[in-house]
């Protein structure tokens, strides 16, 4: 019923930026928690960002708070995510998706086919 779509990876050196957007079809955004996540080679998908319904709250996992942004813009479908002071260790697909809490955050739907980023030393 929701497609997402991410995009804005690539390839960066040690310290610098990019905004990676997540663009949803369907009619539910709105009313949906987001979320980014990111998997590494030979690890396992982790949490990165949440951001609630409004765009009122945000929650970040360690390791990136104060380096990343999680915002969205339920006007146009589209959640985004402000990367900076990027570090090798951010080297993953990040992917996107509807979350939920409960007492951590649950991806809820299908996932899209995310977008690399990759950061050189």
């Known amino acids: 019923q929701v497609e997402l779509v991410e995009s804005g990876g690539g390839l960066v050196q040690a310290g610098g930026s990019l905004r990676l957007s997540c663009a949803a079809s369907?009619?539910?955004?709105?009313?949906?928690?987001m979320g980014w996540f990111r998997q590494a080679p030979g690890k396992e998908r982790e949490f990165v960002a949440a951001?609630?319904?409004?765009?009122?709250?945000?929650y970040y996992t360690d390791s990136v708070k104060g380096r990343f942004t999680i915002s969205r813009d339920n006007a146009k479908n589209t959640v985004y995510l402000q990367m900076n002071s990027l570090r090798p260790e951010d080297t993953a697909v990040y992917y996107c998706?509807?979350?939920?809490?409960?007492?951590?955050?649950?991806?809820?739907?299908?996932w899209g086919q995310g977008t690399q980023v990759t950061v050189s030393s």
């Open positions: 998706n509807a979350v939920i809490n409960g007492g951590r955050w649950f991806p809820v739907g299908s």
């Open positions: 951001i609630s319904w409004s765009g009122a709250d945000t």
């Open positions: 369907g009619h539910t955004f709105s009313n949906s928690a």
